[in-house]
């Protein structure tokens, strides 16, 4: 049996706005959490209720961004229209294998748009704390290069490791 890479930690980030502009002063990401909607089965001939996950159809999900004190390119982040932000990940990892300490890069590419501003907190010898919380329109995650999850809410894709779940359901609907 294979020996796998032990993820230990993220060494470090960066957040780029529509691919090019740097965002300086985050203190932290905050990922979303996938959940799939889900549907009560009950009835007739069913002894109990039973919740199923429905393919491919996800809940809401949030991003957010959390700076050390508000920035111009912060303040930017509030104006009502989507955004595109490329998030980049440096994780140590360990080959249990060859002992090696590897460096493997986390990508994420994604649509959003603005929710909530928090405008933080005034305190001496202290970070403001402000926080843009986003809606999530489009998500792709990369690991080394390689698509992780791909969703799409507007074109109905979910894919997760190559495989895409909602492809039954756009042929079904007629959609392709």
Same mark, same amino acid.
């Given at each position: 049996?294979?020996?796998?890479?032990?993820?230990?930690?993220?060494?470090?980030?960066?957040?780029?706005?529509?691919?090019?502009?740097?965002?300086?002063?985050?203190?932290?990401?905050?990922?979303?959490?996938?959940?799939?909607?889900?549907?009560?089965?009950?009835?007739?001939?069913?002894?109990? =209720? %039973?919740?199923? /996950?429905?393919?491919? #159809?996800? !809940?809401?999900? $949030?991003?957010?961004? *959390?700076?050390?004190?508000?920035?111009?390119?912060?303040?930017?982040?509030?104006?009502?229209?989507?955004?595109?932000?490329?998030?980049?990940?440096?994780?140590?990892?360990?080959?249990?294998?060859?002992?090696?300490?590897?460096?493997?890069?986390?990508?994420?590419? =994604? %649509?959003?748009? /603005?929710?909530?501003? #928090?405008? !933080?907190?005034? $305190?001496?010898?202290? *970070?403001?704390?402000?926080?843009?919380?986003?809606?999530?329109?489009?998500?792709?995650?990369?690991?080394?290069?390689?698509?992780?999850?791909?969703?799409?809410?507007?074109?109905?894709?979910?894919?997760?490791?190559?495989?895409?779940?909602?492809?039954?359901?756009? =042929?079904?609907?007629?959609?392709?």
């Amino acid at each position: 049996m294979a020996v796998q890479g032990q993820g230990i930690g993220v060494i470090n980030f960066e957040v780029y706005r529509s691919g090019t502009n740097r965002l300086m002063g985050l203190a932290s990401v905050e990922l979303p959490t996938i959940e799939y909607e889900t549907v009560d089965a009950k009835g007739n001939g069913l002894a109990g =209720t %039973r919740t199923f /996950p429905i393919r491919a #159809n996800t !809940g809401s999900m $949030e991003l957010k961004l *959390t700076w050390r004190t508000m920035t111009d390119e912060a303040a930017t982040l509030i104006r009502h229209e989507t955004i595109d932000l490329s998030l980049y990940g440096a994780i140590s990892s360990y080959d249990a294998a060859t002992g090696a300490l590897e460096t493997i890069q986390h990508r994420i590419e =994604t %649509r959003v748009i /603005p929710k909530t501003v #928090n405008l !933080g907190k005034f $305190e001496p010898s202290a *970070t403001a704390d402000n926080e843009n919380t986003f809606e999530i329109m489009t998500l792709n995650y990369y690991i080394k290069g390689v698509e992780w999850i791909a969703i799409d809410w507007a074109n109905y894709v979910f894919r997760v490791s190559g495989t895409d779940y909602a492809q039954p359901v756009r =042929t079904a609907l007629g959609l392709r």
